[in-house]
């Protein structure tokens, strides 16, 4: 390259006591349990003196007393502290408010209105996939996509019967599982969630379309038992049903028989992330799962992929088997996969796996950069403005597709969450 390559931003590394890793160096009086003793230990290593909270039974506000020992400008010293709160703090707590002190005397009064907080419904665990809250015209977008789904799922064959692919009926399931009130409208959640509960055979795993049960193709149906494994597990997780839960369980000891890890030529980065994705959610859920070794498996051959010197982060090898040809969809998903196995490495304290995931999703970031339309390099669109910001199909390809552009803009999110966090 004839520029040079800007320097890296190196990150204090901070693991919180809401994470396995912080809570290892957790003093053994500290009340994990307790959601004031973790923000008191987290605010404390941040450099932040927490004095005191007050608030009263059934308010959706809390009160604190906070001073300052590191940050030169209390806006980082806030930021940092509402960061915090974010993380440990109740879900039915909406604003939060921030006496500050230095050295004793009083200073401003800060208030600050949470993300996150949200009712909480009686029986309905908080969905792990809304990070913020749904604006009117997102929710009325959602409620467009899921009238319209089944419509545009189903593939009508010769003979006059209407097929739907596996994959497309477990992700109307997730669609469904978006809705702003889902838990409200359970009936049809749970109604298609039992349509494909149905359609797994312990013995023959899910079938590749659904009405009638076909398989013509083996690829596209373990390709497809991840998104249905995913989509049975946020099922459960959303609405604390342990018949999803089993069904999910059994689709992966089904793919792990039939597809062991420990033979290499089962591997495929295609069918790689949503495999993963499914773990991650089991072990999530659970608390554990008994298929780390094949996600850890997966992850290990995805960063040998990237190895070639031209396009370090890619996900593409000439050497090997031929996996067809590197595209932005296949970068962001593995990225993604990459990240799920880091979560999990970072809790299992793991160190080796964590530099090697740290360093690989690094190299992918750039490469995934790399291929984002910035102003200048987007004149032959007919409104250029539109496709800033959009990524690439491939280097050389200039088409924008938009399951790459929405897996990469998940990627990025989920960096600077990690970021944050100090995960990565």
């Given at each position: 390259n004839d520029f040079?390559?800007?320097?890296?931003?190196?990150?204090?590394?901070?693991?919180?006591?809401?994470?396995?890793?912080?809570?290892?160096v957790?003093?053994?009086h500290l009340d994990l349990d307790s959601w004031y003793d973790k923000l008191l230990f987290d605010a404390e290593r941040s450099g932040l003196r927490l004095h005191a909270a007050y608030f009263r039974p059934g308010d959706d506000q809390v009160s604190f007393s906070v001073s300052n020992d590191r940050y030169a400008l209390w806006a980082d010293a806030a930021n940092q502290f509402f960061t915090l709160t974010e993380v440990h703090l109740p879900r039915e707590f909406s604003n939060v408010s921030v006496q500050t002190s230095d050295d004793n005397l009083l200073g401003n009064t800060l208030r600050y209105q949470r993300k996150t907080a949200q009712p909480i419904q009686s029986g309905v665990r908080p969905s792990q996939y809304e990070k913020e809250p749904v604006s009117a015209a997102a929710q009325a977008q959602r409620i467009d996509i899921i009238k319209l789904w089944p419509y545009l799922s189903q593939n009508n064959n010769k003979d006059g019967t209407t097929q739907v692919a596996l994959g497309d009926f477990a992700l109307w399931l997730r669609v469904l599982l978006l809705q702003p009130d889902f838990a409200e409208a359970h009936e049809p959640v749970n109604r298609q969630a039992i349509s494909l509960r149905d359609s797994f055979n312990p013995e023959t795993g899910f079938p590749e379309k659904l009405f009638p049960a076909t398989t013509d193709s083996l690829f596209m149906q373990r390709y497809f038992t991840g998104h249905a494994a995913l989509a049975l597990l946020q099922h459960s997780a959303a609405m604390?049903?342990?018949?999803?839960?089993?069904?999910?369980?059994?689709?992966?000891?089904?793919?792990a028989n039939k597809y062991p890890a420990s033979n290499k030529d089962h591997f495929h980065p295609t069918l790689a992330p949503w495999h993963t994705f499914a773990i991650a959610a089991q072990y999530q859920l659970n608390g554990a799962s008994p298929h780390l070794a094949t996600l850890f498996s997966m992850s290990d051959q995805l960063i040998h992929l990237q190895?070639?010197?031209?396009?370090?982060?890619?996900?593409?090898?000439?050497?090997?088997?031929n996996f067809?040809?590197?595209?932005?969809?296949?970068?962001?998903?593995?990225?993604?996969?990459?990240?799920?196995?880091?979560?999990?490495?970072?809790?299992?304290?793991?160190?080796?796996?964590?530099?090697?995931?740290?360093k690989a999703i690094w190299l992918a970031l750039?490469?995934?950069?790399?291929?984002?339309?910035?102003?200048?390099?987007?004149?032959?669109?007919?409104?250029?403005?539109?496709?800033?910001?959009?990524?690439?199909?491939?280097h050389n390809d200039e088409r924008i597709r938009l399951d790459g552009v929405v897996f990469g803009a998940e990627v990025f999110e989920r960096a600077a969450i990690m970021i944050q966090n100090g995960r990565l």
């Open positions: 040079k390559r800007i320097p890296k931003r190196v990150y204090e590394r901070f693991y919180s006591a809401a994470d396995a890793a912080g809570k290892n957790a003093p053994d604390d049903d342990a018949a999803s839960l089993s069904v999910a369980n059994a689709a992966l000891k089904w793919l190895s070639e010197p031209e396009f370090p982060g890619r996900f593409f090898t000439e050497k090997g088997p067809g040809s590197p595209n932005v969809v296949r970068d962001a998903l593995s990225t993604l996969a990459l990240m799920a196995s880091l979560d999990i490495a970072i809790d299992l304290g793991d160190r080796k796996r964590q530099k090697q995931y740290r750039d490469n995934l950069r790399s291929l984002q339309y910035d102003h200048g390099v987007v004149t032959n669109f007919d409104q250029p403005m539109k496709a800033v910001g959009a990524l690439r199909f491939r």
